[in-house]
């Protein structure tokens, strides 16, 4: 049968004594039945568990929910920037709002259920009258990311030595200082890059996932913890290296891989949403469009290592990075409109080259390689929004004499007076901003980013030629 959170909703309601607590009707449940409850019924109201987390609707997220349901510790597999970390936390989402325990417990003691030795004296000496205390459900969250140096101590606990000079016998369970998964019960612990856990480390938590308690050295106690574990792993360590101990990979009730955005659109809604960037700055459609093709092509490009993945971090720093130099060329150049053209690009450099590992016969050749994914996308974007006819249009208007110029020291009026020269120009970089909006599509400074990648598209298709001097462009008619 189900229980539903019958904890009070105000702040002033809250019962601060164990027999008020009974009097107000609360009732007490597992971690997995608060998850389990709580995500029925947002699942059944039809909003997201994740609402922040993109791309995953039909793939990662239904395993996910599955998990939950089922009451499962869950073990997520993918490579760097996939979200791993955000669902995890946001799990606490589908927590209970507030949290009764034994005032001053430092494992959130239930007050109907004590297991420390602490609360349990304490219960004993004051009965109803023991003092409550009332936790939110962010900090019902812990998480450990591991370490070769990380001991059993860090995860569940070691003797206070400072507790035993204060008098205490080492057989009292008092001087006992907690490690993270106890000061986690009733909770949600995470550990992030489980593999890279020693195997003796791992062993300790075997009974955390089985038994549900932990045993300290050198003590006859037993805690039966109420905690959900979440791990997170990197594939190549976790299949190929053999670093996690088979043991604790059975005892993960569920194993899900995690990907990276499989369509472009998805990828520039995430640097959207993730992205850092100044109200001033407007980056048309095509240009965020350029950013994350190149981040798609650097994951299935032979000159990346793609062990490592190719993370949706390089979308948002190139986003930023972009619109940042567009900010500095327009401040430059006493602009006040801020649009990023093509010429922005080679400033991507800096942000591409920390997030992407090159393969060992492409070291030396780091920057060809960033160079040579950047004019891909911009010819993939060119073709896929420029339509046929007008290419040909605007190739026969470069006579002999006509060179259109480009580049990051030339202000917006110098693309408006090359729209008056070459007609047809003029017509492909209207039916390439008519998508950005009424207000987008009419700005000048649009229109010149727009200009920027029908020439460089036009070039890199074969169609112009390019001399380019100091970050100046100039493309003529093929000879």
Same mark, same amino acid.
């Given at each position: 049968m189900?229980?539903?959170d019958t904890?009070?909703?105000?702040?002033?309601?809250?019962?601060d004594?164990?027999g008020?607590?009974?009097?107000s009707?609360?009732a007490?449940?597992?971690v997995?039945?608060e998850?389990?409850?709580?995500?029925?019924? %947002?699942?059944?109201?039809?909003?997201?568990?994740?609402?922040?987390?993109? *791309?995953?609707?039909?793939?990662?997220?239904?395993?996910?929910?599955?998990a939950v349901?089922?009451?499962?510790?869950?073990?997520?597999?993918?490579?760097?920037?996939?979200?791993?970390?955000?669902?995890?936390?946001?799990l606490?989402g589908?927590?209970?709002?507030?949290?009764?325990?034994?005032?001053?417990?430092?494992?959130?003691?239930?007050?109907?259920?004590?297991?420390?030795r602490y609360?349990?004296?304490?219960?004993?000496?004051?009965?109803?009258?023991?003092?409550?205390?009332?936790?939110? %459900?962010?900090t019902?969250?812990?998480?450990?990311?591991?370490?070769?140096?990380?001991?059993?101590?860090?995860?569940?606990?070691?003797?206070?030595?400072?507790?035993?000079?204060? *008098? #205490?016998?080492?057989?009292?369970e008092?001087? &006992?200082?907690? *490690?993270?998964?106890?000061?986690? !019960?009733r909770?949600?612990?995470?550990i992030?890059?489980?593999?890279?856990?020693?195997?003796?480390?791992?062993?300790?938590?075997?009974?955390?996932?089985?038994?549900?308690?932990?045993q300290?050295r050198?003590? %006859?106690?037993?805690?039966p913890?109420?905690?959900?574990?979440v791990?997170?792993?990197?594939?190549?360590?976790?299949?190929? #290296?053999g670093r996690?101990?088979?043991?604790?990979?059975?005892?993960f009730?569920?194993?899900?891989?995690?990907?990276?955005p499989?369509?472009?659109?998805?990828?520039?809604?995430?640097?959207?949403?993730?992205?850092?960037?100044?109200?001033?700055?407007?980056?048309?459609?095509?240009?965020?469009?350029?950013?994350?093709?190149?981040?798609?092509?650097?994951?299935?490009s032979?000159?990346?290592?793609?062990?490592?993945?190719v993370?949706?971090?390089?979308t948002?720093?190139? &986003?930023?990075?972009?619109?940042?130099a567009?900010?500095r060329?327009?401040?430059?150049?006493?602009?006040? /409109?801020?649009?990023?053209?093509?010429?922005?690009?080679d400033?991507?450099?800096?942000?591409?080259? *920390?997030?992407? /590992?090159?393969?060992?016969?492409?070291?030396?050749?780091?920057?060809e390689?960033?160079?040579?994914?950047? %004019?891909?996308?911009?010819?993939?974007v060119f073709?896929?929004r420029?339509?046929?006819?007008v290419?040909s249009?605007?190739?026969?208007?470069?006579?002999?004499?006509t060179v259109? !110029?480009?580049?990051d020291d030339?202000?917006t009026?110098?693309?408006?007076?090359?729209?008056?020269r070459?007609?047809?120009?003029a017509?492909?970089?209207?039916?390439?901003?008519?998508?950005e909006?009424?207000?987008?599509?009419?700005?000048?400074?649009?229109?010149?980013?727009a200009?920027?990648?029908?020439?460089?598209?036009?070039?890199l298709?074969? #169609?112009? !030629?390019k001399?380019?001097?100091?970050?100046?462009?100039s493309?003529?008619a093929?000879?």
């Amino acid at each position: 049968m189900e229980q539903h959170d019958t904890s009070p909703s105000g702040a002033d309601q809250l019962p601060d004594t164990l027999g008020a607590l009974r009097s107000s009707g609360w009732a007490s449940r597992t971690v997995k039945e608060e998850l389990r409850v709580n995500a029925t019924a %947002r699942i059944r109201s039809g909003s997201p568990l994740f609402p922040e987390v993109l *791309g995953y609707e039909d793939t990662v997220l239904p395993q996910f929910e599955h998990a939950v349901l089922a009451g499962h510790d869950v073990i997520l597999l993918g490579e760097r920037g996939q979200a791993k970390t955000r669902m995890i936390r946001a799990l606490t989402g589908l927590l209970d709002e507030w949290m009764p325990i034994i005032a001053g417990s430092e494992i959130n003691d239930d007050p109907y259920s004590p297991v420390s030795r602490y609360a349990l004296d304490l219960v004993a000496e004051h009965g109803d009258d023991t003092r409550i205390d009332w936790v939110h %459900r962010d900090t019902r969250y812990g998480e450990k990311l591991a370490t070769p140096d990380t001991s059993i101590a860090d995860l569940i606990g070691e003797v206070d030595p400072i507790k035993v000079a204060e *008098g #205490r016998y080492l057989s009292d369970e008092l001087t &006992l200082h907690y *490690g993270l998964v106890p000061r986690t !019960n009733r909770g949600i612990f995470a550990i992030n890059e489980l593999p890279d856990l020693a195997e003796r480390i791992q062993v300790g938590l075997l009974n955390v996932l089985e038994e549900r308690d932990v045993q300290i050295r050198g003590y %006859r106690i037993r805690l039966p913890l109420d905690v959900i574990l979440v791990a997170s792993a990197n594939p190549e360590d976790y299949t190929n #290296r053999g670093r996690m101990i088979t043991p604790l990979k059975d005892r993960f009730g569920a194993q899900i891989r995690t990907h990276y955005p499989r369509e472009v659109e998805t990828e520039i809604a995430i640097a959207d949403q993730e992205a850092q960037i100044s109200d001033e700055v407007d980056i048309p459609d095509f240009m965020k469009d350029i950013i994350a093709t190149f981040t798609h092509l650097a994951r299935h490009s032979s000159h990346i290592n793609q062990r490592s993945g190719v993370s949706v971090r390089l979308t948002v720093a190139n &986003l930023e990075t972009l619109a940042a130099a567009a900010t500095r060329r327009s401040l430059r150049l006493g602009e006040t /409109e801020v649009v990023p053209r093509v010429s922005d690009l080679d400033s991507l450099i800096a942000s591409t080259a *920390g997030k992407i /590992e090159v393969e060992a016969l492409e070291e030396d050749r780091e920057g060809e390689v960033v160079d040579h994914l950047l %004019r891909s996308a911009i010819l993939h974007v060119f073709k896929d929004r420029v339509s046929g006819p007008v290419i040909s249009e605007i190739v026969e208007a470069f006579d002999e004499d006509t060179v259109a !110029n480009a580049g990051d020291d030339l202000p917006t009026s110098s693309y408006r007076e090359l729209l008056d020269r070459i007609e047809p120009l003029a017509s492909a970089v209207t039916d390439l901003t008519s998508t950005e909006g009424s207000a987008a599509g009419s700005s000048a400074a649009v229109q010149a980013s727009a200009v920027e990648l029908i020439l460089e598209g036009l070039h890199l298709s074969k #169609r112009l !030629n390019k001399d380019a001097v100091a970050g100046r462009a100039s493309y003529r008619a093929r000879a």
